[in-house]
Structure formats: C-alpha cells, structure tokens
C-alpha cells in the first residue's frame, strides 16, 4: 500500500475534497522562489492547516533560505510534517528539527543518490522528485520509477515518490518503485492551483488504497 499526498492545495472546497476522497496527508506550499499557482501565503497556509483534521498529516512545503526562516515558518504556520526542497546539509536540518521538534521530509532530486544516503539517518522521510535547476517540484516531470525502487531498498527512511505522477501513471510507478508514498501536485489539477476532484480521487484509488481496504 502506498500512502498518498495530494499537494498544493490552495483552498478550501479542494482540501475538502482531498480529505473525503481519503488522503493520507495534504500539502501547502508557502514561501518558495519560483512563480507556481501553489503557493498560498503564510496566513492562507495556517489556516488551511487549521482546517485540516485529526489523522490526516498537514504538510508545509517550503523553500526556505535559511534554517531560522524554515523554523519561524512552521512557528506561524503549525504543520503536522515540514516538506524543505534546496540544499540544507545535515547539521541546518538537525537544527530545523531541534527547534521544531517536527516531522521532516527532505526532497532530493533522483539523480541525487549520494545526497540520499548521506541525509538517511537526519530526516524523517525522503522524497524522491523530479526537480528543476533551483530544487522546485511540480514540474510535471517522470522519472527513472525502477532507481528510485533501488533507494526504496537501501535506504532506510520512508521514500516518498513524486513527481509527474497523474491517475494514470501511479499504479503503475507504485507497482515499479514500491514507494512508502506518493505525491502529486499538478498531475491532479483541473487548472493551475484548482484541484480536479474527480481526478483526485482516481489518483488515490489508483494508488491502491481502496484496493488494499476491500482485500481486508
Ligand atoms: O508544485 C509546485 O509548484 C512546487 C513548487 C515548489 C516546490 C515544490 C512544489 N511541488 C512539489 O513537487 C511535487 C511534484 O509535483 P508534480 O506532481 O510533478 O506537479 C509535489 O508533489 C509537491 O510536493
């Protein structure tokens, strides 16, 4: 079974969706340097996360510039888990987790093998993208589902696929990579940062979990 985040969401009527279509975890994306249609500001992000209820994970993606910045955004914001795409090393991560006492996700980009295993034993879960030259996800973009299956198997955090998936193309990457999760963001879109609930719950069923519940 692969868990699903749906990200990037931008309002109300679409986490709604998300939540009753029975996502494991949602995401908001706040303070990034790339123009994306994502990005809510950091009021929009608190009280999205406010809304979000018990049991499924409140995710703030973010691109923060500095450890401090990444700290005071979660201090405005409370979120369950802090996604950080960028370049922060092992120690700026250690000190983001001391101060917050959260849940980390780093994003690696999949040609990243080494970055990978040197950050393993730091965060709370990997998260393998398809990123562009400033480490932002939502290109849209596939990659290599079998390499990303090989750092599922050597590493020993949770790996969280991303990147390019859709409804689909996600059984299909879940059935290849055997991920602990998946995660998308413009591959469910009706258009730039509206969700298609239609398309949001086909990219969960698809991701196994209703498959999983009625084998039970
Ligand atoms: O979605 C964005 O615009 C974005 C911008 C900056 C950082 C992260 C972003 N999104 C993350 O990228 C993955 C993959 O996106 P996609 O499914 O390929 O569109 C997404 O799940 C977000 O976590």
């Known amino acids: 079974m692969a868990r699903v985040k749906i990200c990037g ?7 709604r969706a998300a939540v009753e279509a ?12 790339v123009d994306t249609p994502r990005e809510v500001d950091r009021s929009q992000a608190a009280a999205l996360i406010a809304e979000t209820p018990p049991f499924v994970t409140a995710t703030l993606v973010t691109m923060a510039e500095t450890p401090e910045e990444a ?26 987790r001391a101060e917050t006492g959260i849940k980390l996700i780093q994003t690696i980009d999949h040609t990243e093998t080494d970055r990978a295993a040197e950050l393993d034993q730091v ?11 400033s480490g932002a996800g939502g290109t849209g ?8 299956g090989e ?32 995660d998308v963001a413009s591959g469910v879109e009706a258009e730039g940062g509206i969700k ?17 519940v009625r084998q039970l």
């Open 196 to 212: 298609d609930h239609t398309a949001v719950a086909t990219f969960i069923q698809n991701a196994g979990r209703e498959l999983e």
């Open 71 to 96: 700290v005071s955004i979660v201090r405005t914001t409370r979120p369950d888990a802090l996604q950080l795409h960028g370049s922060f090393d092992s120690e700026e991560l250690g000190f983001i």
């Open 22 to 33: 029975g996502t494991d975890a949602v995401g908001f994306i706040s303070e990034v340097p």
């Open 141 to 148: 973009e596939t990659h290599d589902w079998a390499a990303t």
């Open 151 to 182: 750092l599922v198997e050597s590493l020993t955090s949770p790996v969280i696929l991303a990147g390019g998936l859709t409804p689909d193309n996600v059984a299909e990457a879940v059935s290849i990579a055997a991920p602990f999760g998946v």
């Open 9 to 15: 969401l931008t309002d109300s009527a679409d986490l």
């Open 123 to 133: 965060v709370d879960a990997l998260l393998i993208d398809s990123t562009d030259e």
